[in-house]
């Protein structure tokens, strides 16, 4: 079974989180305006191109995708997340230490990651296996979360 691709976007300025569903209702919008432009062509023939050119918010969107991975409560893990991170058993003398930190795409590895806050540090989805993660918050609606 191949991985589950889906993203959420935070709108900058309507300062509000758009999940997989408000991006689609979004995507038919764009779908009309693109017929505007081009009025002979049906909106199912509408080529995905000409749609991304459309796109009334693409200034204004930052787009998160999803991780593939659950939070110890089962919650969908994004980018921009904000997560607690739990040292499992993996970690010796380290184990219950808890750590705040932002879910990144490193752009060196290509993988996602924990960036952990006011450090180098970061923890590669392979290593949550051995850890509790739990999703916070994120950055855009839970900047306080990151200043301690």
Not at 1 to 24: A, C, H, N, P, V
Not at 33 to 47: D, L, R
Not at 83 to 91: A, E, H, I, L, P
């Amino acid at each position: 079974m191949g991985r589950e691709i889906k993203f959420r976007m935070w709108s900058k300025e309507y300062e509000q989180m758009f999940d997989t569903e408000g991006l689609s209702a979004m995507y038919c919008v764009c779908e009309k305006v693109a017929k505007k432009f081009v009025p002979e062509v049906s909106e199912s023939e509408v080529p995905m191109p000409l749609t991304g050119i459309a796109l009334p918010f693409q200034d204004d969107a930052v787009l998160m995708q999803f991780t593939g991975r659950k939070d110890i409560s089962s919650v969908d893990v994004y980018e921009g997340d904000i997560v607690v991170v739990t040292y499992g058993k993996w970690y010796g003398e380290r184990k219950g230490l808890t750590r705040i930190g932002t879910v990144i795409f490193s752009e060196v590895d290509a993988k996602f990651a924990i960036k952990i806050n006011n450090s180098k540090v970061e923890i590669g989805f392979h290593d949550s296996d051995k850890n509790g993660i739990e999703v916070i918050g994120n950055i855009y609606e839970n900047p306080e979360l990151l200043k301690s």
